[in-house]
């Protein structure tokens, strides 16, 4: 068993046992499955983010091997990404809560707890409407900067996301937001995988997703040529010509997303 509470939890949970604890957290629900739940709770004012697995089932594992799919086996794979993000100076959540027990990958319960990044607005959402009602240039190019450095170290760091999409990067608005002066973090790790070096494999694939789901807000040649440069940190000559291939790809991948989006809409 491994458990790990911080405050206010550590308090909170005196003298009980914290995986019957959690499971008693109230508050609003955004995700109720049979092996996994995901809500936010609120405890003396400031608002936490829970997830609790409680084992997939042989099944599901193997069905997911037999797919060439890693599934997700419980709270750690969040927690291991978190930290190696922090090492690696990638703003990210804050765990303040951690649980595991039990030997069996099938059966196993854990959680992690999350402050709440608040006041925040994802990058989704604030780029919205983009298309009829451009942002500031300046303010653009910052965010495309950004977003670029984060997921090169990320992956550099040996992380790869798994859901990179551009609604799990998060500005906080706690104060306004300008060119110079923006503060962005990089959430919903629960997917994510960590190792020493990050595949290519998967680092092809976050970035197909997060090109996939910026296709909407007018990014022009020049945003992606500028995404490039910062992402790989190299002369743009050198990134057109040694990754060819891949920028290929990109472009053919997200365009399949997209025709599948168009089709299925939410259920994608």
């Excluded at 970035?207 to 040529?225: E, V």
């Amino acid at each position: 068993m491994k458990l790990k509470l911080d405050e206010p939890f550590a308090s909170l949970w005196a003298g009980q046992d914290a995986f019957v604890a959690v499971e008693q957290l109230q508050g609003e629900v955004y995700r109720e499955l049979e092996a996994r739940r995901t809500l936010r709770t609120e405890v003396a004012g400031r608002g936490y983010f829970v997830k609790i697995h409680r084992g997939v089932g042989w099944a599901e594992i193997f069905k997911n091997w037999l797919t060439a799919k890693a599934p997700v086996l419980g709270a750690e794979q969040e927690l291991l990404a978190i930290e190696r993000l922090q090492q690696h100076k990638i703003a990210t959540m804050t765990a303040v809560g951690f649980g595991m027990r039990g030997n069996n990958p099938a059966q196993q319960h854990s959680f992690i707890i999350t402050e709440e990044l608040a006041p925040t607005i994802s990058l989704e959402d604030y780029s919205l409407n983009w298309r009829s009602q451009p942002p500031e240039p300046a303010l653009k190019r910052a965010l495309i900067a950004r977003v670029a450095q984060m997921v090169g170290a990320m992956h550099r760091a040996g992380v790869n996301h798994r859901d990179c999409y551009i609604c799990h990067f998060l500005l906080h608005t706690d104060q306004p937001i300008s060119a110079e002066s923006f503060r962005l973090s990089v959430i919903d790790l629960h997917r994510a995988q960590t190792r020493d070096k990050t595949p290519k494999r998967w680092r092809n694939k976050d970035l197909a997703a997060l090109y996939f789901s910026a296709l909407d807000i007018g990014l022009t040649q020049r945003d992606k040529l500028r995404f490039l440069r910062e992402y790989f940190q190299r002369p743009l000559v050198d990134i057109l010509h040694d990754e060819a291939e891949l920028l290929a790809w990109l472009e053919s991948k997200a365009a399949k997303l997209y025709a599948r989006k168009e089709r299925y809409g939410d259920a994608l």
